[in-house]
């Protein structure tokens, strides 16, 4: 059974910093892309960044470029983002899912999603 | 960045209803298109990838068509398990970008 479990949300100021965590299991994480999407409270949903398997490519949504960094340790089957230089705006539940949906590499969307992690920004 | 548009926002509905969303690009993307389903604090979950196919698992009930710029999802007969919000998203070019989401109540 895929399973993906996110950790590592909080409350945190302004300006400051959170490492998120997912841990993946049922599946061999070193073979898929992955991508974290964020839903700020009550509103839809937005893609933030995602990994190719061997971490040599990654991609950003304009918003968080700069300021938060995705990686992966296969060896650990663990996703992770740095986040730094938080906003207020940048509240939301963040999402692990894996990314079969990668311009030119995959077709199947993102076909599994974790239960998400709340991240709140304010002082 | 591609703009998805999904309409209706709301759509309000009864068990046994047909009902149809509709989410149109701002630019062709192919059948690169996915649906998802998401439940009141719940993670989303896929329906339809590739504008059409099915997702295995998923009931019947649910079809997916379009291509280029417009693109529906189809519920056939609506059942209580149903009623949720679903979101399109396409994956064509980064960033992903998904529509603002349709939320089907029970009427």
């Known amino acids: 059974e895929v399973k993906l479990v996110e950790s590592g949300g909080g409350l945190v100021q302004p300006g400051g910093s959170l490492r998120l965590s997912c841990a993946a299991s049922g599946f061999t994480f070193s073979s898929y892309w992955m991508s974290w999407v964020r839903q700020a409270p009550g509103k839809g949903l937005e893609w933030v960044a995602n990994i190719k398997q061997d971490g040599s490519e990654k991609y950003y949504v304009d918003s968080v470029k700069g300021r938060f960094t995705i990686s992966r340790d296969n060896t650990k089957n663990s996703l992770y983002m740095q986040m730094n230089s938080l906003r207020a705006e940048d509240t939301a539940v963040y999402y692990c899912?894996?990314?079969?949906?990668?311009?030119?590499?995959?077709?199947?969307?993102?076909?599994?999603w974790g239960q998400g992690t709340l991240v709140t920004v304010s002082s | 960045d591609i703009q998805m548009t999904q309409s209706p926002s709301t759509l309000s509905a009864s068990v046994g209803d047909r009902v149809t969303i509709t989410c149109r690009a701002s630019?062709?993307?192919?059948?690169?298109l996915a649906w998802y389903q998401q439940k009141s604090g719940k993670a989303p979950k896929l329906l339809i990838y590739k504008a059409s196919t099915l997702e295995s698992g998923v009931p019947s009930r649910f079809s997916g068509s379009g291509s280029g710029t417009e693109f529906t999802l189809t519920i056939s007969s609506l059942q209580p398990d149903d009623f949720a919000t679903y979101y399109c998203?396409?994956?064509?070019?980064?960033?992903?970008?998904f529509g603002q989401g349709t939320k089907l109540e029970i009427k």
């Open positions: 630019q062709s993307i192919s059948s690169w």
């Open positions: 899912a894996r990314d079969d949906a990668a311009p030119g590499f995959g077709d199947l969307g993102l076909d599994y």
């Open positions: 998203q396409q994956y064509k070019n980064y960033p992903y970008t």
